[in-house]
């Protein structure tokens, strides 16, 4: 796979996990009892990042046996790039 291929891969399990923002802001709020998150936005961008890093890696280890120590840090310098426009997204 391409890093032009893996880059739009990526984009979009970033973009997937961004539309979930609103629902999980919503949920940390009707939960917050049970939750007992201070900062929601900060909670909700761990999640958000989880998942784009866990689901690029998982697309990763789909597309080849077992993607390499270089794999996973192109896919984490991938993400990382997007970084200011994923807080972008959950903080404005």
Do not use: C, W
Not at 31 to 53: H, Q, R, S, T, W
Not at 57 to 77: F, N, W
């Amino acid at each position: 796979m391409g890093e032009d291929q893996l880059e739009v891969l990526i984009l979009q399990t970033i973009n997937g996990a961004v539309a979930t923002i609103p629902n999980y802001l919503e949920e940390i709020k009707e939960n917050k009892d049970v939750l007992k998150v201070e900062n929601p936005k900060e909670f909700v961008y761990g999640i958000v990042m989880g998942m784009a890093l866990g689901m690029s890696g998982a697309i990763l280890s789909a597309q080849k046996e077992m993607p390499t120590a270089e794999d996973q840090i192109k896919v984490r310098d991938i993400v990382y790039k997007h970084i200011p426009e994923i807080r972008e997204r959950i903080f404005s």
